[in-house]
Nanobody
Framework: QVQLVESGGGLVQAGGSLRLSCAAS????????MGWFRQAPGKEREFVAG????????NYADSVKGRFTISRDNAKNTVYLQMDSLKPEDTAVYYCAAARLGVVVFTQVGSYPYWGQGTQVTVSS
């Protein structure tokens, strides 16, 4: 089992940037594909970005493509989400998640058995 802890959330003005980090422990980090999801009040949890175990493949939701960048450092057991040009509609709790090793990025919530506790991101207009 892998444990995940997110950090880096906060309050930012529209157009600003934040970088989220997710530190993993417990199992070999490079054995897992990683994903970022978000959940706004009253809405379902949705896929934001994902990266394969090696970092060779990434995938993004259309709503964040060109603004967000996911990356990972397997030596530091950490996955990152760089968020630029933030919009008020990006406001949500952001969750880091881990899935079994795969050659493609998983985009479904159900594909990820391990989750962090979430970090709040609030973008003011």
């Amino acid at each position: 089992q892998v444990q995940l802890v997110e950090s880096g959330g906060g309050l930012v003005q529209a157009g600003g940037s934040l970088r989220l980090s997710c530190a993993a422990s417990g199992r070999t980090f490079s054995n897992y594909n990683m994903g970022w999801f978000r959940q706004a009040p009253g809405k379902e949890r949705e896929f934001v970005a994902g990266i394969t175990w090696s970092g060779s493949s990434t995938n993004y939701a259309d709503s964040v493509k060109g603004r967000f960048t996911i990356s990972r450092d397997n030596a530091k057991n950490t996955v990152y989400l760089q968020m630029d040009s933030l919009k008020p509609e990006d406001t949500a709790v952001y969750y880091c998640a881990a899935a079994r090793l795969g050659v493609v990025v998983f985009t479904q919530v159900g594909s990820y058995p391990y989750w962090g506790q979430g970090t709040q991101v609030t973008v003011s207009s």
